[in-house]
């Protein structure tokens, strides 16, 4: 029993409970409706004699009668900011909502105007376009315009997304700095629903990596081209035009399910919207829509308006200019903190001025706030897309001061590359430099130290450690002239695929080691082909333990080539990656040249009964292996018999079945 808020009364603890579920389920259910579209070819479908975009008329929210005792126009914004504000994908928008009536409409610019900002903030329907996530959502994360897309859909307005503008809808969205990066760079959206949501992905492969990459709890919904999903406003989600894909992650099991979730009977969900509207309009009557002649009409007044008084932009922008050189002359007479405030004040009159930015960063480091310096030198950056020489040079002069002279060295780098000219920022890049390597010295030297302090030491573990890749790069060199260590484990180091890479180079020259177990590194299938490259050139290592490393395809074949020439390997490990029959076939055209492997184990993958017979043909009659692992898969009844029968008299032991109901996590989530 818990205490009550009113009085001394009790009541029971799973009542409480109950309220909270009530609460968090009416949090989590959506405020209007919220359409996410995987390409715009949905918004000019019909069926059944209906235009499917009537849909979205139909969820148009109620609005506040105005003095005339009727609803107020239906106005409709397009923020194009994925797509650098393309004009071609405009037009397709105002086609598409002239088939609803609504001739009210305006693009949204990444740099939005006073106009553009009073209407965005009386919309009823926002549509938010695909484009590049990496480009845009620098321009939408705690800006005026992605606040205000949030706040019109807290308001009522309809959202629509579409392709990577749905992405940005749901709880998460990623993207790569690099195409050929391996892993994706995932960060919270705008949370509006939930889910994850991935569009246009071809057989839901991608998702597949990234919901490993985030690790339990993931749940996300895969639309395919010319698909949709509408979230209704009592939290149930309704499939377009075909199937959709849900994913859950399933902790106990460590892989991502996929379910099929297939649309309402043909035109059911439209023509039940049609009759809610018919409600609707009886009790409130139509929403008014200005027709095209109006909306010009009234462009031009406003534009008429604008030319016979300054806007309030260009008032506001000649303040800011004011309180700047105030600013600056109050700086350069040694009054910081009255510069500063001056500065503070003139960004409420231009938000998006970078060299205000730049100029309180000058302030925060006379002030010794380092932290807010940076901060102040990230906005100016993502303002000018890193064009700005005065941000990196004062970001780098702000990462100084908190000791950080890795990413101190890098600004720097960054300016001169800009202005070549500037001999001051040369100078700090130089003697960043100098440091650096020198701190790389010591640290290697201390490594170095460390492993010779322990004498003829046979076994060296790191053991969750958090060594990173440079950890790594200095252990290696380290063991390049180490004659005792005989078994190395890093297990949970986060060494990555470089860190993989130095270990690598040691393995070619090293004849010591024996024993090498990499656990939870996330190596990846990069990382691995690294390896291989070493252990070819190595007659020492017998033990290799290379568990959960989201180790794919890529890298396998590269090991699988180093079996036909390693005779030294004795038991591999390559549990709980993302090997699937791909790998497994290299693997088995491999291991008939290969004579020294005894014990191979590939647990917990992306196996089938197909890869499990794959196998089975080549090791029942391999000279030395004698235990073969693939536990991790349910096989029916009658195959596990069929294989317990063929490998009854042989020297080969399989172990099948399911193992390990809850194993650990593939890598460190960061």
Request: glycine share 8%.
């Amino acid at each position: 029993l818990m205490d009550s808020l009113h009085g001394r009364t009790f009541r029971p603890t799973w009542q409480d409970y109950n309220n909270l579920k009530t609460e968090v389920q009416r949090d989590s259910t959506p405020g209007s409706a919220v359409f996410l579209l995987a390409d715009s070819s949905v918004l000019f479908w019909a069926e059944h004699g209906f235009q499917w975009i009537d849909r979205v008329k139909c969820e148009l929210p109620t609005r506040e009668l105005t003095l005339d005792g009727r609803e107020p126009p239906v106005k409709a914004s397009y923020v194009g900011v994925l797509n650098g504000d393309d004009p071609a994908y405009y037009e397709m928008f105002l086609a598409a909502m002239a088939r609803i009536g609504i001739h009210d409409c305006m693009m949204i610019h990444t740099q939005p105007t006073k106009m553009e900002k009073m209407h965005l903030e009386q919309s009823d329907l926002v549509l938010l376009a695909g484009g590049s996530i990496a480009e845009g959502w620098i321009h939408l994360e705690g800006t005026y315009l992605g606040e205000s897309v949030k706040w019109r859909y807290y308001e009522g307005a309809v959202m629509i997304g579409v392709a990577e503008g749905a992405t940005l809808l749901g709880h998460k969205a990623w993207y790569k700095f690099r195409p050929n990066d391996e892993d994706w760079f995932i960060f919270k959206a705008f949370d509006i629903l939930p889910t994850m949501i991935s569009c246009n992905d071809k057989d839901d492969q991608e998702f597949f990596k990234i919901a490993k990459q985030v690790g339990p709890g993931v749940v996300g919904m895969g639309i395919p081209s010319g698909g949709g999903i509408i979230f209704n406003t009592d939290g149930a989600f309704e499939p377009i035009r075909g199937f959709i894909s849900e994913f859950h992650y399933q902790w106990e099991k460590g892989y991502v399910t996929r379910t099929f979730v297939a649309p309402p009977e043909r035109g059911e969900g439209l023509l039940v919207a049609v009759e809610k509207l018919k409600r609707r309009e009886a009790l409130y009557g139509p929403r008014v829509t200005l027709s095209p002649e109006e909306v010009q009409r009234q462009r031009e007044l406003e534009a008429e308006e604008e030319e016979e008084e300054p806007s309030v932009d260009e008032a506001a922008h000649r303040e800011a200019e004011r309180l700047k050189e105030e600013g600056n002359r109050l700086f350069k007479d040694g009054n910081v903190k009255g510069s500063l405030q001056l500065y503070r004040d003139a960004l409420r009159c231009d938000v998006y001025n970078p060299n205000l930015y730049a100029n309180i960063a000058a302030c925060c480091l006379k002030l010794n706030k380092a932290e807010d310096g940076v901060a102040a030198c990230n906005r100016a950056l993502e303002i000018t897309k890193g064009m700005h020489v005065k941000a990196w040079f004062r970001r780098g002069q702000a990462f100084l001061m908190q000791g950080n002279v890795n990413q101190a060295h890098y600004d720097f780098r960054e300016a001169l590359g800009l202005d070549p000219s500037d001999r001051h920022v040369e100078q700090l890049k130089d003697e960043t430099a100098d440091q650096l390597r020198e701190t790389e010295r010591v640290e290697q030297q201390q490594f170095a130290t460390q492993i010779h302090a322990a004498g003829q030491l046979a076994t060296l573990a790191f053991t969750d450690q958090q060594l990173g890749p440079q950890g790594a790069k200095l252990l290696a060199r380290c063991l390049r002239t180490n004659d005792t260590v005989q078994t190395l484990r890093l297990d949970g180091c986060y060494i990555r695929s470089y860190g993989a890479e130095m270990l690598g180079q040691v393995l070619k020259t090293n004849d010591r080691l024996t024993d090498l177990s990499l656990c939870r590194n996330a190596i990846q299938g990069a990382g691995l082909a690294k390896l291989a490259e070493g252990l070819l050139q190595n007659d020492m290592m017998a033990f290799l333990d290379l568990s959960h490393n989201t180790i794919n395809d890529r890298g396998s074949a590269a090991f699988a080539e180093m079996l036909k020439e390693n005779t030294a390997l004795r038991e591999v490990h390559l549990n709980h990656n993302q090997l699937t029959f791909d790998s497994i076939t290299s693997f088995a055209t491999c291991l008939k040249k290969n004579k020294s492997l005894e014990k191979l184990s590939f647990a917990h993958n992306l196996l089938g009964s197909e890869c499990i017979w794959r196998l089975a043909s080549v090791c029942i009659g391999h000279e030395s292996l004698r235990d073969v692992d693939l536990r991790g898969f349910k096989l029916s009844t009658e195959t596990e018999r069929q294989i317990a029968e063929k490998t009854k008299y042989k020297r080969c032991h399989f172990k099948l079945g399911m193992l390990d109901p809850i194993p650990k996590l593939e890598c460190p989530l960061y």
